[in-house]
């Protein structure tokens, strides 16, 4: 059974433009989460969608969006793209998306903004 | 204050040693503890997950919970270089908006 996948594997953009980075859920999960990994830190949370609703939001900017779909795959979307938005964007997906539901993640878009 | 630390190492062990890696936490509502092992450039994998105090075993890995002293840990026995990657702790509660918290990750290396 395939794991959580994503697209693209590396990208690289220039500041002030957008991205968007894409996601497929493992079969049967409802539950989409998105992270932000800087280089040398641990994943910080910037979304979690469930059943297309956005459940919760971290401390990000208005710049960064996301949306589920009807067959539970995610798109999160950068605008204005900044220097300090490189980092590896991780996807979790979790069968409800609860406090206690374990997330299994992808193996995340390298983003670089030149 | 951050809501996880961990120590980032680098750590570097030989093979067969016993290693003891470790976050302390604030949150006292945190209620489901998690280490995830990340290889370089790739996705976190879930290893443990625990929700009480205590100790739980898996094979050579013993994920260690106490709640009064709000530190968990995980030991890895008889290490081994497969096991040189870097090592996540991750917390949870109900009252955090389902997000995860995760330590800043501990890099091991084990030299054969």
């Known amino acids: 059974d395939a794991g959580v996948t994503q697209s693209p594997t590396h990208l690289i953009k220039t500041r002030g433009q957008h991205v968007t980075l894409r996601c497929s859920p493992i079969?049967?999960?409802?539950?989409v989460s998105w992270y932000q990994q800087v280089l040398g830190q641990g994943p910080q949370f910037i979304f979690q969608?469930?059943?297309?609703?956005?459940?919760g939001r971290g401390n990000f900017p208005d710049r960064f969006s996301a949306r589920q779909f009807p067959n539970y795959s995610s798109e999160l979307n950068v605008n204005a793209l900044l220097l300090g938005d490189s980092a590896l964007y991780l996807c979790?997906?979790?069968?409800?998306?609860?406090?206690?539901?374990?997330?299994?993640f992808g193996p995340g878009t390298r983003l670089t903004v030149l | 204050q951050k809501e996880v630390e961990q120590d980032p190492g680098p750590l570097s062990v030989p093979e067969g040693a016993i290693v003891s890696l470790n976050c302390t936490y604030s949150?006292?509502?945190?209620?489901?503890f998690m280490w995830y092992r990340q290889y370089s450039r790739k996705g976190p994998e879930l290893l443990m997950y625990?929700?009480?105090?205590g100790n739980k075993e898996d094979g050579r890995f013993t994920a260690q919970v106490d709640k009064s002293s709000k530190y968990i840990s995980l030991f890895i026995r008889d290490s081994q270089p497969s096991d040189s990657a870097t090592y996540l702790c991750?917390?949870?509660?109900?009252?955090?908006?389902?997000?995860?918290?995760f330590g800043t990750g501990t890099s091991l290396t084990v030299i054969p």
């Open positions: 979790a997906s979790s069968l409800l998306g609860g406090s206690t539901d374990t997330q299994y």
């Open positions: 079969s049967g999960h409802k539950s």
């Open positions: 969608y469930y059943e297309k609703e956005e459940r």
């Open positions: 949150n006292s509502a945190f209620q489901y």
């Open positions: 625990t929700y009480s105090s």
């Open positions: 991750a917390m949870s509660a109900w009252n955090t908006g389902n997000q995860f918290y």
